[in-house]
């Protein structure tokens, strides 16, 4: 069996789609399933059961001899949340106490980790493990990431494979039910959609112009496929920046999504909010060595690629993937 903790979140959701694909379906759901818009990303899936997250360990304890992999997805990820105590047990806390569970039944895990742990940049973004320490993220959610990979990286009794993501911006289907903290694409295509326009946020920097505000968008395809290449290539434990290794801009991203939905490009700029600018990421660029070096080969999604198939295939017709 394999478990997938968030399941019927975004990434969570569309990994077991791709579990499906693969022809995996002895998979365990677990999530909080109170929401019926996430349960919309669950439908058509196949697995054989759902487990509500605060019954999971009691659960994994009993099932352990029946677990093959963990996938741990389930976290709290409202990046301008202002809620310590929610942080730090359902990211920190309840992922240490699945590593040592997982470390004991000795079974393999992957987890969620982000990108929000690099704060501004001034470190850079290097997936090297010694470098780790000394990063120091914006926000409560890049904090309780960090945390926990820093808490990671000093065990010394493991699981017997296991890999942190450090996930940039993932775009793509299933993210219906995210409201303020869906990507950029989904907020543009639906303003766009309604008014013909998009504001994005002026630059409060002054290295950057207005929207050259720059990420590393990736499709949410490339995250699962990297997910799944890890699952059958069970070989080189650690943490892993997870992007394209190529940062664009915001008018860069609003752009496309404009043109997949044939519109002509109209955008102006806003203020960012006072209370967002000192947790404001301006530029984002994973280094990708580390994971290639791993073997994983394969060629990401162009951005444009991407959100033209996120747009017409998923949002002009309110799909799930």
Known sequence: MIVVTGAAGFIG????????????KDLILVDKFDDPWKDLNLLKKD???????DEFFYWLIKNAQDVDFIFHLGARTDTVGQEPELYQ?????????L???????????????????YGNGEEGFSDEHQKIQDLRPLNLYGWSK??????????????P?????????????????????????????????ETGHMQLFRSHHKAFK????SRDFIYVEDIADVMMYFLENQENTGIYNVGTGKARSFLDLTKAVFSSMNVNPDISFIDTPVDLRGRYQYFTEAEMKKLRDAGYKKPFVELEEGVNEYVNKYLMTEACF
């Open 99 to 117: 590593w040592n569970i997982c470390s004991e039944i000795q079974v393999p895990l992957l987890y969620a980790s982000s990108a929000a742990t």
């Open 161 to 193: 494979f296991w890999a942190g993501m450090k996930f940039f911006n993932v775009y793509g289907p299933n993210e219906y039910h995210k409201g303020r903290m869906a990507s950029v694409v989904l907020h543009a295509y639906k303003t766009i959609k």
């Open 47 to 53: 697995y054989r059961e759902y487990i509500d997250r």
């Open 13 to 24: 959701s569309y990994l077991v789609g791709k579990l499906n694909k693969a022809g995996y």
């Open 146 to 159: 960090h945390d926990f990979d820093v808490w990671a990286l000093k065990q010394f009794r493991t699981p």
């Open 210 to 213: 207005d929207g050259e505000q």
């Open 89 to 97: 047990q359902l990211n920190l806390i309840y992922s240490q106490r």
